[in-house]
């Protein structure tokens, strides 16, 4: 079993930054990719930012490209999310993302606890 620990999120002024963690613990056969979403008040939950772990490519939704950037510390178990020039819009709660194989070749999805990201003046 996997487990997937947020932390980092809080409240900041427009303008600010903010680096959000996520600290894997358990066991996994492979990784194939790892990403955030955030889900606002009212709002779907949606794709922030990813990452194929095999080649490093990453992908960005529109409204955060230039801004946020992530990145993955694999001897520390632990992916991030930098987030950079915070707009009140980008408060939301982010979840982490994990998808891979277990040990027995089954297609596992972890998600974090999530992490409340607020920007407020």
């Known amino acids: 079993q996997v487990q997937l620990v947020e932390s980092g999120g809080g409240l900041v002024q427009p303008g600010g930054s903010l680096r959000l963690s996520c600290a894997a613990s358990?066991?996994?056969?492979?990784?194939?990719?790892v990403g955030w979403y955030r889900q606002a008040p009212g709002k779907q939950r949606e794709l922030v930012a990813a990452?194929?772990?095999?080649?490093?490519?990453?992908n960005y939704a529109d409204s955060v490209k230039g801004r946020f950037t992530i990145s993955r510390d694999k001897a520390k178990n632990t992916v991030y999310l930098q987030m950079n020039s915070l707009k009140p819009e980008d408060t939301a709660v982010y979840y982490c993302?994990?998808?891979?194989?277990?040990?027995?070749?089954?297609?596992?999805?972890?998600w974090g606890q999530g992490t409340q990201v607020t920007v407020s003046s």
């Open positions: 993302h994990v998808e891979g194989l277990s040990y027995g070749l089954d297609h596992l999805d972890y």
């Open positions: 358990g066991s996994i056969f492979s990784i194939n990719d």
């Open positions: 990452m194929i772990t095999s080649g490093g490519r990453t």
